[in-house]
């Protein structure tokens, strides 16, 4: 089976994507995703599928993957993959993506699978729909799911989460509480990943905690070296001005913010030392927040806030802590940063958070399992397994869920439950039918 996938990444001439095993080399999730998901693909089914990125620049691809390089963006892309004969092509169109590129895939019969990095408008959902030769849409998070299951493509969603390689895990330095210091904010320097938020909480925090630093990881640039700075080389003029005005209300805390712009390996260090990571706080634009789901992979629990997307990335008081306004926010990482033993529950459940719900190793089946059905022509929202309503609803099941809430708290059944019941019911008919019955 011929896959293509589509990395724009015209932007990104300096980032190097060869090794996506090591992570996100320094620019936004989409692209890494792009080149990261055909990469642990081949890895893993090496034999099923045969698998090529297209790109404007292919200087930097994973040498194991055919690349092919296009100059006309998604058009040129669609095309390249149908002259090669591509049995699925896979995208990421933009919110608002021209009605062009679905009459494209329309007439060349291609079919195709998107993922939905940022969710579409309504008008772009409806090209979707239209779009027969678009199979799927990919929501890469389980809000961004609930958000669908009611439009116009909701026989087309499948909730497949971003992932993150699983040798993140393995950079994790497991520092224990005193030996892990200051707070980490990773995410683009631009008003979507709200950063200006947090520059007004930090005087504050930073009060309750004056011995702390706060690092800054990413710019403006995290999105393609064509975006425009302002003179600190780390957002567009106006919001750099409005980041440092802030900030420079305190200046004693203001000298606590260091701000690294984007990395690459390095980043991994300074999380994985740090007691508190922090991403953007007010959850705007996010569909499934790769950088919460690093910070937790390294141990490193989440505060933001309870907002879109970060309800189901970071698990509220099992790997993080979500708040609903600025005092709750503050108050909030004063606490993970103040108590070792909240910080180690936090930390633990960071871990195991991001290791069953985000690794590649648990996704990348899902991607193979819905590959499977796009290319069989099978509808991607029938679920081949029992019922709902014959694994549930029936009145044995229906005991055992009574027994868990009400049983379980309240009554006798403490230590019994139904599986228990009916054994023991069926050992005293089997007795009965042997004493009445017996020759």
Request: charged share 20%; with cysteine.
């Amino acid at each position: 089976m011929r896959l293509f996938f589509y990395c724009a990444n015209k932007n990104f001439s300096q980032v190097a994507f060869n090794e996506p095993e090591n992570g996100n080399p320094g620019c936004g999730a989409t692209e890494y995703l792009q080149v990261a998901i055909p990469y642990f693909l081949n890895k893993y089914f090496p034999k099923q599928f045969e698998i090529s990125i297209i790109a404007e620049d292919i200087s930097t691809m994973p040498n194991d993957i055919n690349s092919y390089q296009v100059s006309d963006g998604l058009k040129g892309a669609i095309e390249l993959a149908y002259k090669k004969k591509s049995d699925i092509f896979i995208f990421k169109p933009s919110m608002n993506e021209d009605k062009s590129i679905f009459e494209l895939l329309e007439n060349l019969q291609l079919k195709s699978i998107a993922i939905g990095q940022l969710t579409p408008t309504p008008k772009c959902l409806s090209f979707i729909s239209r779009c027969e030769s678009l199979k799927a849409f990919v929501c890469v998070g389980l809000n961004q799911y609930d958000q669908l299951i009611d439009t116009c493509i909701r026989n087309k969603i499948v909730n497949i989460n971003n992932a993150i390689s699983d040798k993140l895990f393995d950079k994790n330095l497991n520092l224990p509480f005193h030996k892990r210091k200051d707070i980490v904010f990773m995410g683009a320097l631009f008003p979507q990943k709200n950063f200006l938020y947090l520059a007004e909480c930090w005087r504050f925090i930073n009060k309750k905690l004056p011995e702390t630093y706060l690092h800054v990881l990413g710019s403006a640039r995290t999105y393609g070296q064509a975006s425009l700075v302002g003179k600190n080389n780390l957002a567009d003029q106006g919001y750099e001005e409005m980041i440092f005005n802030e900030l420079n209300k305190d200046p004693k805390s203001a000298n606590k913010v260091i701000f690294h712009g984007n990395l690459k390996e390095k980043k991994y260090q300074i999380i994985t030392e740090s007691r508190v990571g922090i991403v953007n706080p007010l959850g705007t634009t996010e569909t499934c927040c790769v950088s919460a789901v690093e910070m937790q992979a390294l141990g490193t629990p989440v505060c933001t806030g309870n907002y879109q997307a970060l309800k189901t990335t970071i698990l509220d008081k099992k790997s993080g802590l979500l708040s609903n306004s600025k005092k709750s926010f503050i108050r909030n990482v004063v606490n993970i940063y103040s108590n070792e033993k909240i910080f180690n529950a936090l930390s633990k459940g960071s871990i195991i958070n991001s290791k069953l719900n985000f690794s590649f190793s648990h996704i990348i089946w899902k991607w193979y399992s819905l590959i499977y059905k796009v290319n069989n022509d099978y509808e991607v929202k029938d679920i081949y397994q029992p019922s709902i309503i014959r694994r549930k609803v029936n009145f044995i099941n229906f005991l055992r869920y009574l027994n868990l809430v009400i049983g379980k708290r309240f009554l006798f059944f403490k230590k019994f439950s139904i599986l228990d019941i009916i054994y023991y019911i069926d050992r005293i008919i089997n007795k009965v039918k042997k004493l009445f019955f017996k020759k």
